[in-house]
């Protein structure tokens, strides 16, 4: 099995500021990953995939990179609404495993 | 792009047997190579539960793999998650969702209990 750590478990920082979230797999996935947002209450929302593709109406200040066993989501800019859970996974192979979160919350 | 529409009980009883659909709108199961379930204990990190394929191999999470089937329907417009002997620890969201740049389910809280 894959791990991902995620780190740092909780992210303290104010709008304006620019946030560097990191997930370390394991093993090499190549470009295995994706990048989710999550607000309670709400389903998981696809922000990257292949390690820094954005999906569909993601803007720009939100970037993914990262290849092999390292990677990161930079969010710059902060807005009001990017405090949330973030959570990266990993499909490198046929067991499918995610992070277990990085929480961004207002200082 | 295609949108997810989950429905099933939110209540099943231990040892019972959970069933959800999934039910896809403008779309059919052809249009991605894959489709998921996943789920997140209350105040928890999300834990995928399974896939099934195009060609309809599935796989599991081992330490679901027992007691989950994941299946199509016939009419290829709807996937549907099986989980048997359930428990109290099985308390969950479930989420079924689509590879991608898909999107996900609007999410169901099962709760396990008498």
């Known amino acids: 099995e894959i791990v991902l750590t995620q780190s740092p478990g909780t992210l303290s920082l104010s709008p304006g500021d620019s946030a560097t979230l990191s997930c370390r797999a394991s093993?090499?996935?190549?470009?295995?990953l994706a990048w989710y947002q999550q607000k309670p209450g709400q389903a998981p929302r696809l922000l990257i995939y292949?390690?820094?593709t954005r999906a569909t109406g993601i803007p720009a200040r939100i970037r993914g990179s990262g290849s092999g066993t390292d990677f990161t989501l930079t969010i710059t800019s902060l807005e009001p609404e990017d405090f949330a859970v973030y959570y990266c996974?990993?499909?490198?192979?046929?067991?499918?495993?995610f992070g277990q979160g990085t929480r961004l919350e207002i200082k | 792009q295609v949108q997810l529409q989950q429905s099933g009980p939110g209540l099943v009883r231990p040892s019972g047997t959970l069933s959800l659909t999934c039910a896809l709108s403008?779309?059919?199961?052809?249009?991605?190579?894959?489709w998921t379930w996943v789920r997140q204990p209350p105040g928890m990190g999300l834990e995928w539960v399974g896939d099934?394929?195009?060609?309809?191999?599935?796989n599991y999470n081992p330490s679901l793999k027992s007691r989950v089937t994941i299946s199509v329907a016939k009419s290829k417009t709807q996937f549907s998650l099986k989980m048997t002997s359930m428990t109290a620890a099985d308390t969950a969201v479930y989420f079924c969702?689509?590879?991608?740049?898909?999107?996900w389910g609007q999410g169901t809280l099962v709760t396990v209990s008498s």
């Open positions: 969702a689509s590879p991608p740049p898909g999107g």
């Open positions: 403008g779309a059919s199961i052809d249009n991605a190579n894959w």
């Open positions: 099934i394929y195009l060609n309809g191999t599935t």
């Open positions: 093993q090499s996935i190549g470009r295995h």
């Open positions: 292949d390690a820094s």
């Open positions: 996974r990993q499909r490198s192979d046929w067991l499918v495993t």
